[in-house]
């Protein structure tokens, strides 16, 4: 059974970069069958998709964060790994990463990890 | 950007009672809409895919229906592990949005 973990500083100084690693265990990120995907949610409010990332390197981003994400993978230790530039406090967000099927209509999220929770603040 | 609403925001119910949720899409997504159900504390649990399919051990209470741009979540029978907030989501194109949430509280 696939699990994924996030990793990170909780703690981010405004214009720095957000640096977050999500660990896959229980199967393969090289995997042709999926996708892997950054998601995030503001304290109390709902779900903003981030950006999605092949095992190969293709990515996947929303426009509205197009200009400041970057999401890499390392197949050789099994993980992902997302940064956000110049954040600022609007970033404060718990940030999951999640599996999606590579299959062109099977866009759902599924699992997920548990959530890290990152606050921009100096 | 298609745009999720969801309603009500919150709802009160009791252990049996059958619950539904409702999510409307800015535009037509066809049948592509998922749900998922979060605890407190918790990522995100899929729970049904294609507006009307359940995940594999999803328990049978839960039911999805529409298409177009209007969508249900129902669950009957309501759970003490059912309270929970519920979220949509729109797999037809990208961005891929979700819904506000549904926080299901107990009465």
């Known amino acids: 059974q696939v699990q994924l973990q996030e990793s990170g500083p909780g703690l981010v100084k405004p214009s720095e970069t957000l640096s977050l690693t999500c660990t896959v265990s229980g199967g393969s990120i090289s995997s042709s069958s999926y996708y892997w995907g950054w998601i995030r949610q503001p304290p109390g409010k709902g779900l903003e998709w981030i950006g999605n990332?092949?095992?190969?390197?293709?990515?996947y981003y929303n426009p509205s964060l197009k200009t400041r994400v970057t999401i890499s993978v390392d197949t050789s230790k099994n993980q992902f790994s997302l940064k956000v530039n110049s954040v600022t406090a609007a970033d404060t967000a718990v940030y999951y990463c999640?599996?999606?099927?590579?299959?062109?209509?099977?866009?759902?999220?599924?699992?997920w990890g548990q959530g890290t929770l990152v606050t921009v603040s100096s | 950007d298609i745009q999720m609403t969801q309603s009500p925001s919150s709802l009160s119910a009791s252990v049996g009672d059958r619950v539904t949720i409702t999510c409307r899409a800015s535009q037509s997504i066809s049948n592509y809409l998922n749900w998922y159900q979060q605890r407190p504390g918790k990522g995100p649990k899929f729970l049904i895919y294609a507006a009307s399919s359940l995940q594999s051990g999803v328990p049978s209470r839960f039911s999805g229906s529409g298409s177009g741009t209007d969508f249900t979540l129902t669950i009957t029978s309501l759970q003490p592990e059912d309270f929970a907030t519920y979220y949509c989501q729109q797999s037809y194109s990208m961005p891929y949005t979700f819904g506000g949430g549904t926080k299901v509280e107990i009465k």
């Open positions: 999640a599996r999606r099927p590579s299959s062109g209509s099977k866009n759902w999220f599924d699992p």
């Open positions: 990332i092949y095992y190969s390197g293709s990515t």
